[in-house]
C-alpha cells in the first residue's frame, strides 16, 4: 500500500506559477511513476505529466513549455511547477503513483484556481 499526501494547490491570478508537492509514505520501495492528472467539474481526469523511477518526463500538450514535473527519489516526493497559470488550468490536481507490480494509487486531490 502507498499513501500519497499533496500540498501546494491555491487561489493565483492568471501568469502566476505555483508548486505542487506530493509526498508518498508507505511502500515506496514499489513505486515506478509518479506524476499528476487533474480534474474539472463534470469533466474526464486527464494527465497533466508524469516522471519514472529513472527521471522520463512527459506531458500534455496543454501544459507543455509550462509546467515542469520534477521528482526527488530519497524523499519520494514528486513534485510540480506550474508556470504561465491561465484560467483553463483551473482543476483539482491529484497525484498518482504506479507500482512495478501496475497497482495505481492516488492523493486526495488539491483545488488549483486561475482567477483572469
Known amino acids: 500500500q502507498v499513501q500519497l499526501v499533496e500540498s501546494g494547490g491555491g487561489l493565483v491570478q492568471a501568469g502566476g506559477s505555483l508548486r505542487l508537492s506530493c509526498a508518498a509514505s508507505?511502500?515506496?520501495?514499489?513505486?515506478?511513476?509518479m506524476g499528476w492528472y487533474r480534474q474539472a467539474p463534470g469533466k474526464q481526469r486527464e494527465l497533466v505529466a508524469a516522471?519514472?523511477?529513472?527521471?522520463?518526463?512527459n506531458y500534455a500538450d496543454s501544459v507543455k513549455g509550462r509546467f515542469t514535473i520534477s521528482r526527488d527519489n530519497a524523499k519520494h516526493t514528486v513534485y510540480l511547477q506550474m508556470n504561465s497559470l491561465k484560467p483553463e488550468d483551473t482543476h483539482v490536481y491529484y497525484c498518482?503513483?504506479?507500482?512495478?507490480?501496475?497497482?495505481?494509487?492516488w492523493g486526495q486531490g488539491t483545488q488549483v484556481t486561475v482567477s483572469s
Open positions: 498518482y503513483c504506479k507500482t512495478w507490480g501496475l497497482a495505481t494509487y
Open positions: 508507505g511502500s515506496r520501495s514499489s513505486i515506478n511513476i
Open positions: 516522471v519514472t523511477s529513472g527521471g522520463s518526463a
